[in-house]
């Protein structure tokens, strides 16, 4: 088909076997061990024992695949992304008045609707499967998410709902909810943050609306080949109006949020739901920032939702990585503090009006460092379990929003036994009074005893 046509138009009620008291009550579960009381908030305690985990009152059978703990779960159910006047909150109704305002359906509702309230509880085939990641993908690694059981977890995207909304009948949407994985711990990293996505699917008749003598134009070709700029079943023009679209839209919303100055980049990636696949990076304070992922939809995806018949791009973007660089929030903990100094900072009567973070004063931080002996392979040369997310993660459910950081600060390997040996350093810092190393203290000793015991590591301190 023809490129030329287009060039133009491109450049201008709890069951028993899950009350708490059982788990208290089971000195021999390592998650007994684990203090449930580091967080502050009024999220409920979560509700867990050897047979069942339960997740908002309904009850969910424990197998090998659990490794959700009660520190993750009180998080389930917080929702900042709707709390009016938290920091993610605006981003979030910045987004949405947008698209609303830009987007205007039939009979002058907004395009888009929105979904803010779903479920973070899915099945591996929701958040896997449906988005066509492959088997042997590194995102589906016990190590990288939070399960319930082997089928199913919470989410590590909101993207898990892609195709059920679209099965819906939904052809433009945008999608807002908490999200959870297994991470590194640093000021920019925690195991639970917010995603915003959107989803938007046109008819052919869309497509092509705006472009002169299209009648020979279609969405879909038969026996076509893959390449760099399409999928095997999209024609070339309609990929091209479907990206010119998608790119025009992202690039006049992260206008809308950082202003008219703002410089845009895009780079080529890859993503298993989308072909081709972009990022979009902006540049902020003298640097290149990523911003958001998006692409054109895997027909694949569009074809077992039922919208075979249409084409459709997506995107997804952090909301704390937008709020953080706002407002210059510079530690991801502080979304989930309830300290006033810090909440009503972004109590604004104009959600558009700018906000710049005053800093609470900086308690000062304690670090203890935590050296012990990986375990060895077993008799059958089996590889070694320990992985580096397996410690940050007991590390997070025993010390909470205490720990600042943990950085891998050395490692060793014995010259004889060929032993290896790894040394972490943690450090502590409450946001919102001063720590003393004899609390700190007692908290560290936990971490130390609960890596010997569920890690199987060898302490050496």
């Known amino acids: 088909m023809r490129l030329s046509l287009l060039l133009p138009l491109l450049q201008s009620t709890p069951l028993s076997c899950c009350r708490l008291s059982a788990l ?16 502050s908030g009024s999220a409920p305690r979560p509700v867990i ?13 424990r197998d090998d695949f659990t490794n959700v703990t009660p520190k993750i779960l009180a998080k389930v159910g917080r929702d900042l992304h709707n709390q009016r006047h938290h920091p993610l909150w605006l981003i979030k109704e910045r987004i949405k008045a947008f698209f609303y305002s830009s987007y205007m359906g039939r009979g002058g509702n907004p395009l888009f609707s929105v979904h803010d309230n779903l479920n973070p509880v899915v099945t591996t085939e929701q958040n896997f499967d449906s988005l066509l990641i492959p088997p042997d993908h590194p995102s589906r690694k016990q190590g990288d998410n939070y399960f319930l059981n082997r089928t199913t977890m919470l989410r590590a995207h909101t993207s898990a709902h892609q195709r059920e909304l679209v099965k819906s009948g939904l052809d433009a949407f945008l999608l807002a909810g908490d999200v959870y994985r297994r991470d590194e711990i640093d000021s920019c990293h925690y195991p639970v943050f917010h995603q915003m996505e959107g989803v938007r699917l046109f008819t052919e008749r869309q497509v092509f609306s705006n472009v002169p003598d299209s009648e020979e134009l279609s969405l879909l070709e038969h026996s076509g080949r893959r390449t760099p700029h399409k999928q095997e079943t999209h024609t070339l023009e309609a990929v091209k109006l479907v990206e010119f679209n998608l790119k025009q839209t992202l690039t006049r919303l992260i206008t809308h949020l950082f202003g008219q100055d703002v410089e845009v980049r895009w780079v080529g990636c890859y993503f298993p739901f989308t072909h081709p696949s972009f990022e979009m990076e902006v540049r902020f ?12 939809m895997e027909q694949q995806l569009l074809n077992s939702a039922g919208a075979g018949d249409k084409l459709g791009w997506a995107f997804g973007l952090g909301l704390e990585r937008l709020a953080m660089v706002l407002y210059q929030i510079p530690d991801i903990r502080l979304f989930w503090s309830q300290d006033e100094r810090f909440l009503t900072q972004f109590i604004l009567d104009d959600i558009h009006q700018p906000v710049c973070f005053q800093p609470l004063s900086k308690y000062p931080p304690l670090h203890n460092d935590i050296s012990f002996w990986l375990p060895e392979a077993g008799p059958e040369a089996e590889p070694q379990s ?13 010390g909470g929003d205490l720990v600042e950081k943990v950085t891998l600060v050395d490692e060793f390997t014995h010259p004889q036994s060929r032993r290896r040996s790894q040394c972490y350093r943690i450090i502590y810092r409450h946001m919102e009074r001063t720590l003393s190393q004899q609390e700190v203290r007692l908290v560290h000793k936990e971490i130390e005893d609960a890596a010997e015991a569920e890690l199987g590591v060898q302490g050496r301190y």
């Open 386 to 398: 320990f992985t580096a997310n397996d410690f940050y993660d007991l590390v997070r459910s025993i």
């Open 285 to 296: 304070q003298g640097d290149w920032l990523e911003v958001l992922g998006c692409g054109v």
């Open 49 to 61: 024992d050897q047979d069942c985990v339960e997740v908002s009152g309904r009850p969910y059978p």
């Open 24 to 39: 208290l009550a089971n000195g021999g579960a390592a998650l007994s061990r684990r203090r449930l009381s580091t967080d």
